[in-house]
């Protein structure tokens, strides 16, 4: 009974995947699998790593896509772009068993959006970001010059610009140049990150027959559109220069509150307000031991102007602001925000972002939610 069953499974999908090259269904996303090979130098200070990182870092990565084929507008908005999931493992250094650094293995999501097609080629950015694993990390006795990554856990992010080049209907060469980065968003210190600056070779094999051409229907008329946005997260930040363990993990909140622009399908400009606050402000206030500093001199108000690229559901989220008050300067003059948000309906989204500290380096992660509401 089960050889029959076993049969009986092979022979469907043996039909499934000969009746999809035969006469494959515009309106199934096309599934493909992808190789790509990377190389290239480090973008990271650090004090005792210096020599380590003098050699080009190498990595591997494959993933499962799908390209897009028009059934959803929104898909038509974007230029039919690739999505899917990938693994990717990274040779950091040269001599692995030489070095107080780890290799990474990462599992991700990732987001090829093309920008423009001319004849076989075609100008891509390709966006991943996952999980990743990372073997050897800071620690104060065993592994100490270990200065950018203290914790196994870390984000990884990955930002390529892509050209692709079609050999065969099926079969797809790829080169591009792009940065990666590992990171905890200062969860665990010492945290000053991973960065590669690389170039990609890639190479991608679709698995069903090609469809010809692309769904296009006549898109909506857009109306632009104006919202409030209201956005609350929190987060955790450890700092390293405690005595006692159980106390360097500090709570970290972000309020904000944002006039939204819509002006196209895809895109909307932001200007807002933020109301931060940061426990760990208080090993940072002149004058005063941490026991004196009020939960006021922890807190400190800024403006952003902002950026949010939308997709489907998803919301790509760029914000650039600066300080107007603040009772510390250890955090810097300016900040960054960088993440995105997720639509649980049309007006609730979860929201996950990272803030920077003066600039581009990690304060700390946001874990919240946002509320819309339209006014014109």
Known sequence: MKRGLYISLFLWAFTLVYSQDQAPRKAIPQPYLQFNYHTGTFWTRSDYLKEVFDDPYRAVELRLGFQSTGKKIWQQYHNYPRYGLGLHYSDLVKDPADTVVGNPFSLFFFYSGPWARFGRFTLSTDVSVGLSYMSRIHDP???????????????????????????????????????????????????????????TAGMSYQLTQPMKEFIYSEPPEFETSEWIQFMYAVGLVHEVDREDAEKSYYFTSSFTIDYAYQFSPKMALTLGMDVLYDGSLGLSVKGYSENEVSSWQKTYLGSHLGWQYIIHRFRLIANFGTYFWQHSNDRGFWFVRGGGRMDLTDQLAVHICIKSKNGVRSDWIEWGAAYSLKVR
């Not at 870390?154 to 209907?169: A, V, W």
């Open 141 to 199: 006795m065993s592994n100490p010059f270990n200065d950018v990554i203290a914790s196994h856990l870390n984000l990884y992010f990955d930002l390529n610009f892509n050209l692709g080049f079609r050999l065969t209907p099926r079969l797809h060469l790829y080169g591009g140049y792009g940065l990666a980065h590992y990171s905890n968003g200062r969860i665990h210190q010492p945290q000053k990150g991973v960065n590669n600056w690389g170039w």
